[in-house]
């Protein structure tokens, strides 16, 4: 189930960047002093004290603009406040508290949300620098000194957002639903699937406080399962929108997809596979999330007795990286089709949790090599010893061998095609690891 969400907010070059850094222990965000910086991802995940969380980082809030630069980072930010179950506010000791400081922290005390109240750029040791009272005026409680260029006080920070996490319980109670990111460019019917699922035969359906009109999640139940649905807004043609909105369409659906076991990747049936399609696929692909091909508006189509042939046939050329996916042709509209779904998620969800024994991948590997021996190269031979699976969602296996410059990817592909061919694994990427003898594992 979705983790604890932590969002980190502030006005611009107060050094959310630094923090989100800092926190995940990687540099994910791009950091610089120019206020709108493009930053490569703002989303991640880490942990403290044994809570596994999610982390987003978010462009300046400046309440009061006329730029479409910052009116469109603080679009994004108020998202991350929305979905998120704790809010740190990153304050600037060097400037003190600022109109704009307290016009955020006031919209903040509006969502009825619990707030972190952090005073950054805290780098010196010793005595507490006095100015840190000033942000008492806040009215957000104690403010929690931190340096996010030296790591100080980022424990304490932690320590009260782990506080304000939901009880462990609640994410308990949870754990027999499966998450469900619906993806795809817009306009090609998300929101109309969404409804026509939680219309029809439904048992128990909520709305998940925090939602918004950009992310929607939903609770659903029926004989065949218990799920969440989390519907999202799509990437778009850059033809048609600044790249800085495309950027944030990619936060929204790479978001979605990482909370999600299982991805209902929608293609509209009068387009075909497009560019945008096949760049939301590659999210759900390259996170290893179980994904079903759902063409929708299939009732719109003129069909004869080989159009469905003919349509997977291209479908698996376009997105020939995600040919272990199944396709189900589908009509939101009529709801043709629609109830197969569920079966679908079930079953790549299954295939993605599978488990296999070393002896019975060992088994797999001899018969794969009999069949057709490793590569060669300058007269030495690729060995492989043995093959153990070391992960699910995806499935990750690790090749120990010889050589990991002899194991060439057409034969990596080679052992994929070998173990789906044995185990299925239909809907579900796989991961193969190759370790030379004596490497880490």
């Known amino acids: 189930m979705p983790k604890p969400l932590i969002a980190i907010v502030g006005r611009p070059n107060v050094g959310k960047s630094l923090l989100f850094n800092r926190i995940t222990g990687k540099r994910l965000a791009i950091v610089e002093d120019t206020p709108g910086v493009t930053r490569d991802r703002l989303y991640a995940s880490s942990d403290w004290n044994g809570?596994?969380?999610?982390?987003?980082?978010?462009?300046?809030?400046?309440?009061?603009?006329?730029?479409?630069?910052?009116?469109?980072?603080?679009?994004q930010a108020l998202l991350a406040i929305d979905m998120a179950d704790?809010?740190?506010?990153?304050?600037?000791?060097?400037?003190?508290?600022?109109?704009?400081?307290?016009?955020v922290a006031n919209m903040l005390l509006r969502c009825k949300k619990p707030i972190v109240l952090v005073v950054n750029k805290m780098d010196s040791t010793g005595a507490t620098n006095p100015d840190i009272y000033e942000f008492y005026n806040l009215g957000l409680g104690d403010p929690i000194a931190v340096s996010a260029v030296h790591g100080h006080g980022t424990g304490d920070l932690l320590d009260e957002c782990v506080k304000?996490?939901?009880p462990r319980g609640e994410a308990e109670e949870e754990d027999d639903r499966i998450p469900v990111a619906i993806i795809g460019k817009p306009n090609v019917g998300?929101?109309?699937?969404?409804?026509?699922?939680?219309g029809e035969t439904r048992v128990i359906v909520s709305d998940v406080a925090g939602t918004t009109r950009d992310a929607v999640d939903a609770r659903f139940e029926n004989a065949l399962g218990k799920y969440l649905f989390i519907d999202t807004a799509g990437i778009r043609r850059k033809s048609r929108v600044d790249?800085?909105?495309?950027?944030?369409?990619?936060?929204?659906?790479?978001?979605?997809?990482?909370?999600?076991?299982?991805?209902?990747?929608?293609?509209?049936?009068?387009?075909?596979?497009?560019?945008?399609?096949?760049?939301?696929?590659?999210?759900?692909?390259?996170?290893?999330?179980?994904?079903?091909?759902?063409?929708?508006?299939?009732?719109?189509?003129e069909?004869?007795?080989?159009?469905?042939?003919?349509?997977?046939?291209?479908?698996?050329?376009?997105?020939?990286?995600?040919?272990?996916?199944?396709i189900v042709f589908i009509s939101a509209q009529t709801g043709q089709r629609v109830d197969r779904l569920f079966e679908l998620i079930n079953y790549v969800n299954d295939q993605a949790a599978m488990r296999i024994t070393t002896g019975m991948l060992n088994n797999v590997l001899a018969d794969a090599t009999a069949r057709m021996q490793p590569p060669t190269d300058k007269g030495r031979r690729l060995k492989?010893?043995?093959?153990?699976?070391?992960?699910?969602?995806?499935?990750?296996?690790?090749c120990f061998c010889n050589s990991a410059e002899l194991f060439h990817f057409s034969y990596q592909r080679y052992l994929e095609n070998q173990i789906r061919g044995v185990f299925g694994m239909e809907g579900t990427p796989i991961r193969l690891i190759v370790r030379e003898r004596g490497d880490d594992t």
């Open 86 to 103: 704790v809010i740190v506010l990153v304050c600037d000791i060097n400037t003190g508290v600022t109109a704009a400081d307290q016009d």
């Open 384 to 398: 492989i010893f043995y093959m153990t699976q070391i992960s699910v969602r995806p499935p990750t296996f690790v």
């Open 190 to 198: 998300k929101s109309s699937l969404l409804n026509r699922i939680l």
């Open 243 to 301: 790249d800085r909105i495309e950027k944030y369409s990619v936060m929204r659906a790479q978001m979605a997809i990482e909370r999600s076991d299982v991805c209902l990747l929608l293609i509209d049936a009068l387009e075909g596979v497009t560019e945008q399609d096949t760049k939301v696929a590659g999210l759900a692909h390259e996170a290893g999330k179980a994904t079903v091909i759902v063409v929708n508006k299939w009732d719109a189509v």
């Open 51 to 75: 809570r596994e969380f999610d982390l987003v980082d978010t462009g300046g809030i400046e309440p009061k603009t006329d730029s479409e630069i910052l009116l469109f980072m603080r679009e």
């Open 164 to 166: 304000n996490f939901p």
């Open 303 to 326: 069909k004869d007795g080989k159009t469905m042939d003919k349509y997977r046939d291209d479908v698996r050329r376009d997105l020939s990286y995600m040919t272990y996916a199944p």
